[in-house]
């Protein structure tokens, strides 16, 4: 079965540090790819996607993601975060053709000022 | 995209109960997809529901205990029965919508129904 896994659970940052969150997945055909993100008492919103073409792929708010194939990774970065950034993080991975989407665990991004 | 409703936005209830999550979406749309998250957790795929055919629910979840109706392509509604303090959690509606390349499916989501079971 399909899987994702998000390495970190809580994150604690100050505000401009960079961003790095993990995000793995297990599952040998073609993938695509998400990150969302759910700020406090609001909806899953989508932050950036990847379907094919450049494995560099940019998202809202200034977030970045990679896709490294050989390594089932999506890792989702940001050079420098602010405080508005506080939320939770989720990783989301769709088997192509199967519409359903598979979820991490999140990861709590904290960001003080 | 999508905008989706959903009613009630949060209930307290009584075990043994049932309660019924409406969601509304303000497009034609073929996948709707119902969605659990447990308190501190993430989300886990419930079911989906298509409509025309029966509900298809992943492992864990069974049609007696949450029955989803899907009458048509806007609207579709999930029922927690015999509810219990193990299923407060939030249920999520989401809608897929295909892209232009064929298998590119998006996903959009409502606020969520925030359920408390005592």
């Known amino acids: 079965a399909q899987s994702v896994s998000q390495h970190n659970h809580h994150v604690i940052l100050s505000e401009a540090a960079s961003l790095e969150l993990g995000c793995n997945y297990s599952?040998?055909?073609?993938?695509?790819l998400f990150w969302y993100v759910q700020y406090p008492g609001q909806h899953l919103q989508l932050l950036l996607k990847y379907f094919s073409g450049d494995p560099l792929v940019k998202g809202i708010k200034g977030f970045e993601a990679e896709f490294i194939k050989s390594k089932f990774s999506f890792n989702l970065r940001k050079p420098s975060v602010q405080w508005s950034d506080t939320a939770e993080y989720f990783c989301?991975?769709?088997?192509?053709?199967?519409?359903?989407?598979?979820f991490g665990t999140g990861t709590r991004l904290q960001v003080f000022p | 995209s999508a905008v989706i409703s959903q009613k009630p936005s949060r209930d307290i209830c009584q075990r043994g109960t049932s309660l019924t999550i409406q969601c509304q979406v303000d497009s034609q749309v073929t996948m709707m997809f119902w969605y659990r998250q447990q308190p501190g957790q993430s989300l886990t795929l419930i079911a989906t529901?298509?409509?025309?055919?029966?509900?298809?629910?992943e492992s864990g979840f069974v049609i007696d205990k949450f029955p989803i109706s899907r009458p048509n392509l806007t609207f579709s509604t999930l029922t927690v029965s015999n509810m219990s303090p193990e299923d407060s959690s939030i249920y999520l509606c989401s809608v897929g919508k295909k892209g232009q390349v064929r298998g590119n499916t998006e996903a959009f989501f409502g606020q969520g129904t925030r359920l408390t079971v005592v």
């Open positions: 989301a991975v769709n088997v192509r053709d199967t519409d359903k989407l598979i």
């Open positions: 529901a298509n409509q025309g055919s029966e509900a298809t629910y």
């Open positions: 599952y040998g055909g073609t993938v695509n």
